[in-house]
C-alpha cells in the first residue's frame, strides 16, 4: 500500500506544498516525515528574538497535531530518513518504510561553520531547534562574536546590538553584503551599525576559537585576539543534498531540479533550500512559495513549469531596512546612487543603460514595486 505523496521534511517549503496540495485536492494522501517535532514556526522571526525578547517556544505559530488534522496529513516526526530506493519507490528509517508515488525532497539547509581550530565552539541559528539549544547561553552573553557579514550576520549584528549587547562583526570581505551589492551601496547599512556601536572588522578571517573557563577568545589572521562570551557563525548555508547524493540524484550546489522541480529520478521532486534552480540555490520565500504552487499543481496531474518573475529581497535590519532586486551581484554594472537623510535608492545599469539591479532603504523603499517592474532580466 502506497503512502500517497512523501515529503521528507517540515520547513515553509514543506508546508506551502501541503498547503498548495489542498487547494486542488483533499483527499490525495499526504505524509510527512521530519527529523523535528513539525511544530510551525516563522524562521525569518530568528533574525529578531534578541530585540524582541522572545523565547524558543515564543515562535511556535501552529502545533504539529493542529496542522496534520487542518490539512488532512499523516505525520512522523522526530524521524531520521536513513535511505532511499529510488526503485522500489521507497523511504527507510532506522526502523520503518514508506513506499511513495511521488517524493519531496524539503530537506532545507544547514549553517557552515569555519574550517578553523575550535570552530564547534560556535553557535548557530538556523532553526527553532538551535535557537532553543542556545538560548539560555545567548541570553546570558553579554559580549558576542558574530562571524559573517552578509544578510544573516547583519540582520543577527543589528538585533543582538538592539537588545543591548557588545556586537563584534567580523567579515572576510572589504565590505558588508559583499555578496548583493557593491561596497558603496552597503556603505549606508555599514555605518549605521558603526553608529549603534557594533565594532565591524573586515577584511580579516578566523584563525582560531579557543574557551578559557567562560571566555571565548577569538584568533584572527592578523593575531588580533577578541574576548567574548559567545561566537555565532553566520557564514552560508550549505543545501542538505546528502539523502539525495546517497540515492544517486544529480547533485551540484543543491539537489539539481528541472522546470516542474523534478530531480534527475523519475517521481522525485525537490523544493526550498536544498533546491538548485537554473544553477543557483534560492532560499528565499518568495521563489519558495512559487516553487511550492508550481509542484503542488504537478503533483495533482497538472502541467506546469516554474517561472520567476523579479523578485525583491528584503533585509531585515530595522533600524536601516533595506530591499534589493535584480542582478545585484554583477560587477560591470554602473551604479547611479541618490542618498539623502529619507534614504538611498542605487540603481545598476548594464553597458546599454538598462536597469538591472536595484536597492533602496528606509522611506525610499515604496519606490521598489515601480523599480520593480522596470527591471530587465
Avoid at 540603481?347 to 530587465?376: C, I, N
Amino acid at each position: 500500500m502506497s503512502d500517497g505523496i512523501v515529503i521528507i521534511g517540515s520547513g515553509f517549503a514543506a508546508r506551502q506544498l501541503v498547503k498548495n496540495i489542498r487547494k486542488f485536492d483533499v483527499e490525495m494522501p499526504l505524509t510527512m516525515i521530519a527529523a523535528d517535532s513539525i511544530d510551525e514556526y516563522n524562521k525569518p522571526d530568528l533574525s529578531h528574538v534578541m530585540s524582541n525578547n522572545q523565547r524558543a517556544e515564543d515562535m511556535t505559530r501552529q502545533r504539529a497535531g493542529e496542522f496534520a488534522e487542518q490539512f488532512n496529513v499523516r505525520l512522523f516526526p522526530k524521524i531520521w530518513v536513513t535511505d532511499i530506493d529510488p526503485v522500489q519507490r521507497i523511504v527507510k528509517s532506522r526502523d520503518r518504510q514508506w513506499r511513495y508515488d511521488s517524493l519531496v525532497l524539503a530537506t532545507g539547509s544547514s549553517a557552515l561553520l569555519p574550517p578553523v581550530p575550535g570552530h564547534e565552539l560556535m553557535l548557530t541559528l538556523n532553526s527553532q531547534d538551535e535557537y532553543r539549544a542556545a538560548e539560555s547561553r545567548l541570553r546570558k552573553a553579554q559580549r558576542v562574536l558574530i562571524l559573517g557579514g552578509g544578510l544573516i550576520g547583519c540582520e543577527l549584528a543589528m538585533d543582538f546590538c538592539r537588545a543591548g549587547k557588545q556586537v563584534t562583526l567580523v567579515d572576510n570581505s572589504a565590505s558588508l553584503l559583499s555578496s548583493l551589492m557593491p561596497p558603496e551601496v552597503s556603505a549606508r547599512l555599514q555605518r549605521r551599525l558603526s553608529e549603534m556601536g557594533v565594532e565591524i572588522i573586515l577584511s580579516q578571517q578566523l584563525a582560531a576559537l579557543q574557551r578559557d573557563g567562560d571566555v571565548l577568545t577569538a584568533v584572527l589572521a592578523n593575531g588580533r585576539r577578541i574576548e567574548a562570551d559567545e561566537a555565532i557563525a553566520a557564514i552560508g548555508l550549505r543545501a542538505g543534498t546528502a539523502l539525495a547524493q546517497h540515492a544517486g540524484l544529480t547533485v551540484n550546489r543543491g539537489i539539481v531540479v528541472d522546470g516542474a522541480l523534478g530531480t534527475s529520478h523519475e517521481h522525485i521532486y525537490a523544493l526550498g533550500d536544498c533546491a538548485e534552480i537554473n544553477g543557483q540555490l534560492m532560499p528565499f520565500l518568495q521563489p519558495i512559495q512559487l516553487s511550492a504552487m508550481t509542484l503542488a499543481k504537478n503533483l495533482t496531474g497538472q502541467q506546469a513549469r516554474l517561472t520567476l518573475p523579479p523578485m525583491l529581497v528584503k533585509i531585515k535590519t530595522p533600524e536601516l531596512p533595506l530591499q534589493l532586486a535584480g542582478e545585484t551581484r554583477r560587477a560591470d554594472l554602473n551604479w547611479q546612487i541618490l542618498a539623502g537623510p529619507q534614504g538611498l535608492v542605487a540603481k545598476g545599469y548594464d553597458s546599454e543603460q538598462q536597469l538591472r539591479a536595484f536597492v533602496v532603504s528606509e522611506e525610499q523603499m515604496p519606490q521598489a514595486f515601480t523599480l520593480l517592474r522596470e527591471l530587465v532580466q
